[in-house]
């Protein structure tokens, strides 16, 4: 499912009934909130005018089990149970997924029992079964570990603020920034530094380059020396070879003018 689309578009629909919808009929319109599938934020209907006026009607009840489902948990409703109209099985499947939703933001590892407690269930078959179906709405993703007994959490979608929580996102978040902006400059003194290295050891590789460049020149310009028509130890003779062609060793070429001096 697509959380963020379908969930969104659905509470805008409600919204929009809530801005004529008064006493007993924003009632029905927030049970209806709270039984559709595809919602799982009420933010914006919370703070609807009309809406907020049932919290200080007979309706109030009602105004407050919406607010358990933007911000509390399926603990939360069974506190204050003697107050809050009775939930369907629905709505209390929903509140269960977003109660798994919350523990998947408190820990990266969430053991089974601390799920069955929170939950408000007996077994691991039922925990499990919960967190499947959270998993299929979209709302988190993880790893059922039944070897370790708990939920790896890889992903859980955020939940409805308070406003006054706003304000401390915008610290976390400023303090993120600030952080991210250590961390580049870091990354930069660090890449300047291997820049700076790679250069300095391509002038050293370029001046043991040229310096084995001269000394092979030297050692070239050493080979051959005028000293007195002499031939130097170590000279190819070669260069002064006869450039007319021999056809075959000496001793055969040396008999055969000597068999034409007699024949003559």
């Known amino acids: 499912m697509a959380f963020d689309t379908a969930g969104g578009t659905s509470l805008e629909q409600f919204t929009l009934l809530a801005k004529n919808a008064r006493g007993r009929a924003c009632v029905a319109l927030i049970q209806q909130v709270l039984s559709n599938k595809k919602l799982f934020v009420f933010r914006e209907l919370l703070d609807m005018p009309n809406v907020e006026a049932l919290r200080d009607s007979e309706y109030k009840e ?39 939703v919350s523990l998947a933001h408190k820990f990266k590892n969430i053991p089974y029992d601390t799920l069955m407690q929170d939950l408000g269930v007996s077994t691991i078959r039922e925990v499990e079964d919960i967190l499947i179906e959270t998993i299929y709405s979209g709302l988190i993703q993880g790893k059922l570990d039944q070897k370790l007994r708990c939920f790896v959490v890889k992903y859980a979608v955020g939940r409805d603020t308070h406003h006054e929580d706003v304000d401390e996102m915008i610290q976390k978040l400023t303090n993120w920034k600030m952080q991210s902006a250590e961390i580049c400059e870091k990354i930069n003194t660090i890449l300047s530094l291997a820049e700076k290295q790679e250069e300095d050891e391509r002038e050293r590789d370029e001046g043991i380059r040229n310096k084995m460049a001269s000394r092979g020149a030297g050692e070239r310009g050493k080979t051959f020396v005028s000293s007195g028509g002499n031939v130097r130890q170590g000279e190819d003779f070669s260069l002064y070879a006869d450039p007319g062609t021999r056809r075959g060793p000496p001793s055969k070429q040396r008999l055969h003018s000597m068999g034409r001096k007699n024949r003559s």
Do not use: S, V, W
């Open 62 to 100: 009602h105004y407050e089990l919406l607010r358990i489902f933007c911000f509390g948990t399926y603990n939360d409703y069974i506190t204050r149970k003697h107050e809050m109209p009775e939930l369907t099985l629905q709505q209390m499947n929903k509140l269960r997924k977003l109660t798994a």
